[in-house]
């Protein structure tokens, strides 16, 4: 990924370093790449100190290229614990066409989903494996930001995200 000085990431011939924001959500990541990133959904992984879900510490950004994961007993990262951690993934989508996408999660422990900025899926407690959707009204062509926030309590850690 480029910096900051020398790059166009979005290709709108402002350079980076001119941007109103480079970080303006503070994840590691120029938000000119971040919401034209190709590759996925920029995931930013933090230590949950209180075991309640809570973002107590970045530890790892990463562009994850899809939200489909079962770490088991594992760890996401040598960096965080085998429990109490926290991800959230920010990014966007352009639907191809307008009309109603259901999107839909399943995790062991915590999940909330937002689209376009309305939260669609909000279960945010210690659970075993569960599937959960949400259905929204999008509009063809047009980009629109995806929120994901995810916890991992204790036990195993699983998740998977897709729409349809």
């Known amino acids: 990924m480029a910096h900051a000085g020398t790059s166009d990431c979005n290709d709108d011939g402002i350079l980076d370093q001119f941007q109103p924001c480079l970080d303006c959500d503070d994840n590691g990541l120029l938000d000119p790449c971040e919401l034209t990133s190709p590759q996925g959904l920029v ?22 290229s899809t939200i489909a994961f079962d770490w088991s007993n594992d760890s996401p990262d040598p960096l965080l614990p085998d429990d109490n951690f926290s991800v959230r993934w920010t990014g966007a989508i352009t639907p191809p066409t307008t009309g109603e996408y259901t999107f839909w999660t399943k995790t062991d422990d915590g999940v909330r989903l937002w689209v376009d900025g309305e939260r669609i899926i909000n279960q945010w407690s210690n659970q075993a494996p569960t599937t959960y959707s949400g259905t929204i009204t999008l509009q063809a062509n047009t980009p629109v930001l995806i929120r994901m926030d995810y916890r991992s309590e204790e036990h195993t850690s699983e998740l998977q995200s897709r729409q349809y």
């Open 43 to 64: 995931g930013q992984y933090w230590l949950s100190l209180d075991g309640d879900g809570s973002y107590s510490q970045r530890v790892l950004t990463r562009i994850d």
